[in-house]
């Protein structure tokens, strides 16, 4: 007995030691956010009072980093939300404690996602017109109404699941955070008996599922119909593919699994259950990210062999080209198999820092493949010889992002990040009720 409590006494010293440095490192974190935010803002004003002139952008290359976030984002937000249906519709309770982290990390994605688009608007202030003026033949329309539901579901979702922890902040809070509190609950008063709590956990349980049944299409339209934003190009035999709008999937279930082993790991933790749910999370992503593999592999040896030469030249481009790094260190080295060696190698001594380390690179890795997904297709000229035949930085197909277009990207990434984590800390992310499925 004494040894056990010895072992015991140990590994909550190990946890607590390990808890503390990931405080440490949250802070600094936040301050370095903080500064790039300070940076990155100004470039994002400029662009959108100077139009898309102040970018590296032209009638070659029309789409570059912005686009990449936009899918990247969306990406996320589409896996995430996915994720979140295993414990809503499925009833996987072991993962239960991250069901709001996942709910709320999808939306946050999704409005990130749709910043960076507005961005890359040459007319920003005319997104609306897609809304007022949707041409149905169009799949980025359809997209739209889409995002539309989606928001729906993800508000309607985030509300069930903290609408009692919220309604009992209301009595708690004080000043402005009770009148925003009230707010946010909508009025709604959780019952105060067990007969009726139990008869509300119930009644919000089928909520999430029937929520989840609905949204787990639309998720997929979500995501999915950005891939076929892609897949429809003729014009781009490195795009052109029924199989695209799977591959977009597959890697949003690969980022989204990543990010909430992250965030579990490092800005939510609570040692007392993450021994259990951070290796499952992790499984999950090197799961999702050994399918992401399987396909790339795919698609390469089919693009090939089929020898279409712009398909050819594209990954040429990717592989060997200015920025092969990005494919091998960043993608493959990076975001592949230096996660999969942290979840796997030696899984049993796996840390929740080890394992919030492999999901932040998992993160990392998507991202370069979405890089490798827009601009290197749009890199190969349709018609051969013309942007040499104007010496124009505009009719150019070398592509780099200038400092505008990195700053202001870094800066809204940073500020969604900062101003994320300050809502984290006032809603109820931590405090589930019991989930036990009927």
Known sequence: MEQVNAITRSIGQEAGGELLVQRKGLRLALWLLGLIAAIGL???????????????LGSVVPW?????????????????FLLSTLIFVFKNEKLEPVGRLAVFQAFVCLLTGLVFILIDLGHWTRFWHVIIYPQWHSVLAWEIWFYNIYIVILLAEMWFLMRCDLSRWVTEARGWAKRIYRLLSLGFHCPETPEEERACDQQTRRWLKILG?????????VHGGTGAIFAVVKARPAWY?????????????????????????????QPDKDREILPMLAKLAAGFLVFDLVLLGLEFLVGLYGGIPDHIESYHLIASGPFWWVF???????????????????????????LGLAGLLIVIGVFGVRLNIVIPALAVPVFRGFDHAVDSMRLSSFYVPNWVEWFSSLGIVALVALVAYAVMQRLPMNEHQPYSGS
């Open 42 to 56: 100004p470039a994002l004003i400029y662009r959108l009072y100077a139009g898309l002139g102040v970018t590296h």
């Open 64 to 80: 570059g980093v912005w686009v990449a976030f936009y899918i990247y984002f969306i990406g996320l937000s589409a896996g995430s």
């Open 213 to 221: 049944i609905i949204g787990i299409p639309i998720a997929l339209g």
């Open 241 to 269: 593919s029924p199989i695209f709008p799977l591959v977009f999937i597959i890697s949003a279930l690969t980022s989204g699994g990543g990010l909430l082993l992250f965030l579990r790991a490092f800005v939510l933790p």
């Open 328 to 354: 091998w260190v960043q993608q493959l080295l990076l975001g592949a198999l230096v996660p999969l060696l942290l979840i796997y190698w030696r899984s049993e001594r796996a840390s929740a820092t080890r």
